[in-house]
């Protein structure tokens, strides 16, 4: 979104050059590795949401739909590895610096995109779960309208940002651009906007969960799986810090590789995440014997479906709980969770 210098010859004091001293190879690897890892997630997810639950919610598809924007993103960065993302300016075709740069525009805004079907699905999925709570349900409501908001603002700005738009990449056309100064502004709110979303993300859950009818060990266990998120806020905190060294070196192409190695952590790690709230349900539909009992244990206790199938009969006989009772037999947490607000939770 801003013009590169023309490539120069390195000084002495920075990396080696050719592919040594590029981050090719490491895309790659990061690329392949994580994409298989969340394909398997995302498939274990959308099975036992669709094949063992037999439905398929909003945030369901919003997480399917997370998973293709992830994997067009990565598509687009290993072609950008092609023409020359993750090398030195000077170690890049001048014919194929243009096409890098158009690519890298286009992954920005994927990656918006990406940021508001990912984190409204997992708000979403939250809203499943804890939606019974009417302090809960306007928490997270707020929550999606403000994410969804913010990121389309973003979005509109990045698309008007120059003009005509093509002068983002090419910058030797005609037509102006929106000062460097304001880009560096609204790169590092966004940064910092999405570091403080993705610990709200984290910790929203955590008060609901030790309200909950378990024993304290049981309750870290389920906060456990909700925590897993923080893998993600390292990451997006890691991207400000790698944003705020490297955002006024001329050699842009080089470090956006640095750059943006957090950023598909930061996503993917998300979508991980996202899928992990049903793996209980998918081990324990799946795994039989010792083996499955022991899993299910892992996430969840005995006593906790205990309560969830005490809390059964007292739901039943309550009309106002008539409705939520069938939804919440999709997912053991949410049993619980329902009985507990129902006794004087949040």
Request: proline share 5%; charged share 15%; net charge positive.
């Given at each position: ?27 790659y ?40 924007l ?45 940021l ?14 804890f ?13 999606i ?46 940064g ?20 909950l009818n ?33 955002i ?32 209980p ?11 499955g009992?022991?899993v ?27 409705s ?23």
């Amino acid at each position: 979104m801003s013009a590169i210098a023309t490539p120069t010859p390195p000084p002495q004091t920075l990396p080696p050059t050719g592919e040594n001293g590029s981050y090719v190879v490491q895309n790659y690897v990061l690329h392949a590795v994580v994409l298989f890892f969340t394909t398997i997630c995302v498939g274990i997810r959308v099975y036992t949401r669709q094949c063992i639950k037999k439905f398929m919610g909003v945030d369901d598809y919003l997480c399917v739909a997370s998973w293709c924007l992830s994997v067009i993103f990565s598509g687009m960065l290993i072609a950008d590895n092609v023409n020359g993302y993750g090398r030195h300016m000077w170690d890049i075709d001048p014919t194929k610096l243009y096409m890098v740069l158009k690519l890298q525009f286009i992954d920005e805004h994927i990656y918006i995109v990406l940021l508001i079907t990912l984190k409204v699905s997992i708000l979403l999925t939250y809203k499943r779960i804890f939606g019974l709570s009417v302090c809960a349900r306007a928490q997270i409501w707020i929550a999606i309208t403000i994410v969804t908001i913010f990121y389309i603002l973003c979005l509109l700005l990045a698309l008007l940002w120059c003009k005509p738009l093509a002068k983002a990449w090419f910058p030797l056309l005609e037509g102006h651009c929106a000062p460097y100064d304001a880009h560096l502004v609204l790169g590092n709110a966004s940064g910092i906007f999405n570091v403080i979303t993705d610990f709200y993300i984290l910790v929203f859950p955590m008060p609901y969960v030790w309200r909950l009818n378990m024993k304290t060990r049981h309750k870290l266990r389920v906060m456990a799986v909700f925590g897993l998120g923080s893998f993600t806020c390292v990451c997006s905190i890691m991207r400000v810090v790698v944003t705020a060294k490297y955002i006024t070196n001329p050699d842009q192409i080089y470090y956006f590789a640095k750059y943006m190695a957090f950023v598909v952590l930061e996503i993917n790690i998300g979508l991980i995440c996202a899928c992990a709230l049903v793996f209980p349900a998918f081990f324990d539909a799946k795994l039989s014997g010792s083996l499955g009992s022991l899993v299910s244990r892992l996430w969840f206790s005995r006593s906790s479906s205990k309560v969830a199938s005490d809390s059964s009969t007292e739901l039943q006989s309550n009309r106002n709980f008539t409705s939520l009772h069938s939804a919440s037999e999709d997912d053991p947490w949410q049993t619980s969770v329902l009985t507990s607000m129902k006794s004087g939770g949040p």
